[in-house]
């Protein structure tokens, strides 16, 4: 639907999504990552993230350098905050975030 494709700033994830909280002394995975902090916008596309499996809506963002991508997420952009709502994960942790996501293309 035109909704999933919706790259308008009035939409901003932040408000739909909760800060996810954790030891820090355990590395999570990237899905426990996608679950609890990027799931509620890529599930639906709000703000226009792009929806988690969908290879088309993923287009050529798919084909970036993991680093960049991972440099998006921990900057924001758009509709998506700064670190992707997860202000407790590592970097390693949000490289596993987005890791999975791309998996999840193939």
């Known amino acids: 639907s035109a ?3 919706n790259r308008s700033s009035d939409l901003d994830c932040a408000q739909e999504v909760s800060l996810v909280s954790s030891n820090p002394d355990v590395m999570r995975s990237g899905e426990e990552i996608y679950d609890a902090a990027c799931t ?5 596309g709000l703000a226009g993230a792009p929806l988690f499996g969908n290879k088309v809506i993923w287009g050529e963002r798919a ?3 993991l680093a ?14 700064p670190m992707g709502m997860c202000m ?3 970097q390693e ?14």
Do not use: R, W
Not at 74 to 81: K, V
């Open 93 to 106: 942790e949000l490289t596993n975030s987005v890791q999975y996501m791309l998996d999840a293309l193939n």
């Open 63 to 65: 084909n970036k350098d």
């Open 40 to 44: 509620t916008c890529h599930a639906i």
């Open 88 to 90: 407790d994960c590592s």
């Open 68 to 81: 960049i991508l991972v440099e998006t997420v921990t900057n924001g952009l758009g509709g998506m905050p």
């Open 3 to 5: 909704f999933l494709l």
